[in-house]
């Protein structure tokens, strides 16, 4: 496999369910990324991971919790959501350092529902 | 902190027409990326072009050109004979040069192109 995979594409959830939410690169970049799609609104970065520092958004809930092992696996785990977090989670990777000009390579996303 | 504007929530253009979708964006940096991502309906988000903002010359990728304006902040993506297969989402994005995991979106351009 090559690029970006995720996995599940699609789930279904009640608010009480945990679940998680996997990502894994071959790129052999060094930072990733959780991005939350929701429709009409810009791209909102949740978490990135990176060799020199793990960056997350402040009004990020902590029903959110993300976990990366190492550099080619990141894991978003799921915890007593809410309705309004059913949206497209998109995951990324980029060269740590920004390489040419570090742009953003991405999975093809994992569609939430929320019930 | 950087924003990234696309006034276009929406646009239709007809096979072999060209159409212009337009991005404006605030920031007090003097050097940075900017970059159009193309997401087709179910499909991940790939790169459409890149613009380093201390170059002048527009860049161009095949049927796909840019108007970088720096003065003016704004950066429009001009799509020429459009085909059924640029019917998607389009964003624009903004990466400052240093800080390699921070990337600014718009909130997307739904472009459909019309048999």
């Known amino acids: 496999e090559t690029g970006v995979t995720q996995t599940p594409r699609h789930l279904v959830m009640g608010m009480t369910n945990k679940k998680s939410l996997k990502c894994e690169q071959h790129l052999g970049h060094n930072a990733m990324y959780w991005y939350k799609q929701s429709a009409k609104k810009p791209l909102e970065l949740m978490f990135v991971?990176?060799?020199?520092?793990?960056?997350e958004n402040n009004s990020v809930p902590s029903r959110f919790s993300p976990e990366c092992p190492n550099s080619s696996h990141l894991f978003l785990h799921l915890h007593t959501l809410q309705p309004e977090d059913s949206a497209l989670y998109l995951c990324?990777?980029?060269?740590?350092?920004?390489?040419?000009?570090?742009?953003?390579?991405f999975g093809e996303g994992s569609r939430l529902t929320v019930l | 902190a950087q924003t990234v504007t696309q006034s276009q929530p929406e646009m239709s253009v007809q096979e072999a027409e060209t159409v212009t979708l337009s991005c404006t964006y605030d920031?007090?940096?003097?050097?940075?990326?900017l970059f159009w991502y193309k997401q087709p309906p179910s499909r991940q988000m790939i790169l459409v072009i890149r613009?380093?903002?201390?170059?002048?010359q527009n860049a161009t990728e095949n049927r796909f050109s840019v108007n970088f304006q720096k003065a003016a902040k704004s950066f429009s993506l001009k799509i020429s004979d459009s085909q059924l297969g640029d019917t998607a989402m389009y964003f624009c994005?903004?990466?400052?040069?240093?800080?390699?995991?921070?990337?600014?979106f718009g909130s997307g351009t739904k472009l459909n192109v019309k048999p």
């Open positions: 920031t007090s940096e003097n050097n940075y990326y």
């Open positions: 613009q380093e903002a201390y170059k002048q």
């Open positions: 991971y990176s060799l020199e520092e793990r960056v």
């Open positions: 990324a990777s980029s060269p740590s350092r920004g390489g040419a000009s570090g742009e953003l390579f």
């Open positions: 994005a903004f990466r400052g040069l240093y800080n390699f995991n921070k990337f600014y």
